[in-house]
């Protein structure tokens, strides 16, 4: 099973551009996750979704934004890549039904880099 | 707000023995979930063992067991017969209050096995 599957791996970009990070899980998770991972800082929430059409944010949603326009996808778009936005990416997701021991379940990350 | 504290930003063990990796937490939620994640070189995140605030006993998953004292508000993490292939970044998470199933990470550990 694929699980989780982030695109691209790994992306440079100059400050200013624009990209979209996909997001595709096989799992039919109804939630879905972006975090941020920065040295010394473990992981941050940037937005999440509960189900298809919804979005809500994270600790830090500045300067992205998200979609999910279909239950198995959640698309983060940075608008206008600024140096602080270099770090890694990551995407989760986790079943709605089932134990509240259920983990969620990580993409194997985006490394982005900003010049 | 909830928060996770991880004091110990880097801890070596040798081979065979064992390692215990602290965590405390803070939340005024009295349901509550604890979980731990592995992240090697390779930078996928590998779930290991959750903890539920309601559990009666401590959590254990084969090599892995949580030390799990909720009047101090500690879940440390205890790894067992220490291998080579435990060298990795171990977070401790926590479910947070309200919806979405979101967790607060910590800022981690990285553990090194030696010979």
């Known amino acids: 099973n694929a699980g989780v599957t982030q695109t691209p791996k790994f992306r440079v970009l100059k400050t200013g551009q624009s990209m979209t990070l996909l997001c595709a899980q096989d799992?039919?998770?109804?939630?879905m996750y972006w975090y941020r991972q920065d040295p010394g800082m473990g992981l941050r929430l940037i937005h999440y979704?509960?189900?298809?059409?919804?979005?809500a944010k994270g600790e830090v949603p500045d300067g992205y934004n998200v979609s999910r326009l279909k239950k198995q996808n959640f698309l983060l778009g940075l608008e206008s890549a600024a140096p602080s936005q270099t770090s890694v990416y990551f995407c989760?997701?986790?079943?709605?039904?089932?134990?509240?021991?259920?983990?969620?379940?990580f993409g194997d990350g985006t490394r982005l880099s900003i010049l | 707000a909830q928060k996770i504290t991880q004091t110990q930003p880097g801890m070596f063990v040798q081979e065979k023995e064992a390692v215990t990796l602290d965590c405390t937490y803070d939340?005024?939620?009295?349901?509550?979930?604890l979980f731990w994640y592995k992240q090697p070189s390779s930078g996928e995140m590998i779930f290991l063992i959750y903890?539920?605030?309601?559990?009666?006993q401590n959590a254990t998953e084969g090599r892995y067991s949580l030390n799990f004292q909720k009047a101090r508000k500690s879940a440390n993490l205890v790894i067992s017969a220490s291998q080579l292939g435990d060298s990795a970044m171990y977070f401790c998470?926590?479910?947070?209050?309200?919806?979405?199933?979101?967790?607060?990470f910590g800022t981690g550990t990285q553990l090194k096995v030696e010979l």
């Open positions: 979704s509960v189900g298809e059409g919804t979005t």
């Open positions: 903890q539920g605030s309601y559990d009666q």
């Open positions: 998470a926590m479910r947070e209050q309200g919806g979405g199933n979101k967790l607060t």
């Open positions: 989760a997701s986790k079943s709605f039904t089932g134990a509240t021991n259920q983990p969620q379940h």
């Open positions: 799992m039919n998770h109804e939630y």
């Open positions: 939340t005024s939620d009295p349901s509550y979930g």
